[in-house]
């Protein structure tokens, strides 16, 4: 039994489980307890007062934890199988945890309490209101859309798993269409092969415009301008603080991108003997040129070839003093028929089953993916198990992303290339200065095909129903840069399925690329670095882990680096005029 479920009468017993928490070195804990037993009379008072929350509380839990991991279950064989039966049932879950959440009645009485600030006081009482408070908010719809939104959601989710592209005359997969991009010479097959990566678009077009208006719809209803920003708002982001911080990304960023992608261009039409104008968007390695080309001479992806993925990671996380072996065993990291072509990670039941899903090549992209997945991972994995079962989840998505991209750039790190792939030092010499020149036109690449989603969904939620297709390539070529190819008018932005599945989420992986700078420069002045060093490890546990969701994400970043967000730190480190 939790702590926070207990009577007033037992008040006790309660206080007793609070003084061992307030022992811990944890600060938060430390605080709680400071907190709820500095007058023992006035709490037995809110206690008593709180004696219907608390038996909310309790009966809530009893629904949503098994309803949760019965869910994930459901996605991860989904995932791994693309059988139906299991897009099916976690399809019937998910209906049926928005419509726990979609009582009003409930709702009206979490919004009195939520409203009642001198009785909910209490930290770890107050945030898990706050967030079952959230959940409800934003499930709020009618039955009819919540009917809707699930079983369209069902049947595009299947389409993304079960299809593969066409590619001379033959079903391909996203690896092998990757590959493809990545080596072949000839532009007419390349181009070839980046059409057919968009061939999912047209199939799932009028399914993710009529997922938009039908989100759109609910948010109406609860008074929201649309669902873009009732996303934002019900995730703790304050829109225009995001796009304050979006729009000054931008401009710091412009002059250096468009700096190194001159130097790419140059490099891309050497190599495939075209003209730097007649560069077109099959050239650049990448479906979505979300990823940049290797340009320099060294082919970072010939170190990867003979080592075990899987071995690497476990020894970098190691070095750290964290275990993912238990992970890793859980989990399903290589491509097959039928399977979920991209990756991801999920905690199962929040008591330790966290599992990543790949499809690993022996390249430096799958080495960084699984690094990256495993950030998420090590983040759920070592939560508190003292903590309640609603903080025991990262601060926000975004810090988890933050985590996740920290540890994916490691395959870029001297350090790591040295101690944990085993490069010589003449490799290291060879290899470090273009693998850091690598490493921010990467991340500037990202960032600006970041910005083009975020700002095509706020667009697109605006109006589902305008020329998307016009839209989405005048964004692509004022923020990538790139050349819309000549006639093209194709839903390409439904090719990517977070547009569809995972709707306005990419904010997160920009707010969390910032974070990862942030925390990077925190650990670097403080802790002496990423690689082999279990002191840093442990911070990461008792600084960002172990306090799980107890604050929100800006108040978690300060607690860890001891500032709110820095956008500075990811502009000195990619983005300034002295960096490679």
């Not at 968009?198 to 938009?212: P, S, Y």
């Not at 140059?266 to 075209?274: M, T, W």
């Not at 050349?483 to 977070?498: L, N, Q, V």
Request: net charge negative; charged share 25%.
């Amino acid at each position: 039994m939790y702590f926070y479920v207990i009577p007033w009468p037992n008040q006790q017993r309660r206080l007793g489980r609070l003084v061992k928490m307030g022992n811990s070195s944890f600060k938060p804990y430390q605080t709680v307890f400071e907190q709820v037993t500095a007058t023992t009379e006035m709490m037995v008072y809110k206690e008593e007062a709180l004696i219907p929350f608390y038996e909310f509380l309790d009966s809530y839990l009893s629904r949503v934890k098994p309803l949760l991991k019965d869910r994930a279950l459901a996605e991860w064989n989904a995932a791994i199988t693309g059988e139906s039966r299991y897009t099916e049932q976690a399809a019937r879950l998910q209906e049926e945890y928005k419509r726990l959440h979609a009582d009003k009645e409930t709702f009206t009485q979490l919004s009195a309490w939520h409203e009642d600030n001198e009785a909910m006081d209490e930290p770890l009482l107050h945030r898990q209101l706050k967030l079952i408070y959230l959940a409800y908010a934003a499930n709020q719809w009618d039955s009819d859309i919540i009917s809707q939104v699930t079983k369209l959601e069902k049947e595009t989710n299947e389409k993304y798993i079960t299809f593969r592209s066409s590619y001379e005359g033959r079903q391909v997969s996203d690896n092998e269409l990757l590959q493809v991009l990545k080596t072949e010479l000839d532009s007419d097959k390349l181009r070839q092969a980046w059409e057919a990566s968009k061939e999912i678009g047209e199939q799932v077009e009028a399914d993710v415009r009529q997922l938009a208006r039908l989100r759109n719809q609910a948010a109406h209803k609860l008074g929201y301008r649309d669902f873009f920003q009732m996303s934002l708002t019900l995730s703790e982001i304050k829109e225009e603080a995001l796009f304050s911080v979006l729009n000054a990304l931008k401009a710091e960023t412009d002059a250096p991108f468009a700096r190194l992608k001159g130097k790419l261009d140059a490099a891309l039409a050497k190599r495939y003997s075209v003209p730097v104008e007649s560069l077109m968007p099959w050239h650049y390695h990448d479906p979505f040129f979300q990823q940049a080309p290797e340009i320099s001479h060294v082919n970072r992806d010939h170190f990867f070839e003979d080592v075990s993925l899987e071995a690497l990671a476990v020894k970098s996380y190691e070095g750290i003093g964290l275990d993912v072996q238990d992970i890793l065993g859980r989990s399903d990291l290589y491509e097959r028929e039928g399977k979920y072509q991209h990756a991801f990670c999920i905690d199962i039941d929040r008591e330790g089953d966290v599992r990543v899903i790949c499809n690993l090549r022996p390249d430096a992209r799958w080495a960084s993916t699984l690094l990256h997945e495993l950030g998420h991972a090590v983040y759920d994995k070592y939560h508190d198990p003292q903590m309640p079962y609603l903080l025991r989840q990262p601060a926000h998505t975004l810090s988890t992303e933050a985590i996740a991209m920290l540890m994916g750039r490691l395959t870029y790190n001297p350090a790591w290339l040295e101690q944990i792939l085993g490069l010589s030092q003449s490799d290291i010499a060879q290899v470090a200065p273009s693998a850091a020149a690598q490493q921010q036109l990467d991340m500037l690449t990202f960032t600006r095909w970041a910005l083009v989603v975020v700002h095509f969904e706020q667009a697109m939620y605006a109006d589902p129903d305008q020329d998307l297709n016009t839209l989405w390539w005048q964004l692509v070529n004022d923020l990538q840069m790139l050349r819309k190819p000549e006639g093209r008018d194709k839903p390409d932005w439904a090719a990517k399925i977070h547009i569809a599945l995972y709707p306005v989420y990419y904010q997160n992986y920009i707010l969390g690329e910032l974070s990862a700078s942030q925390i990077l420069h925190y650990i670097d002045a403080n802790l002496g670095g990423l690689v082999n060093n279990p002191a840093m490890g442990q911070w990461l546990v008792e600084r960002i882990f172990r306090p799980g969701a107890l604050h929100p994400w800006d108040e978690a970043l300060s607690y860890a680096t001891g500032e709110t967000l820095q956008p500075t730190y990811f502009v000195g480190q990619f983005a300034a005029p002295n960096t490679p």
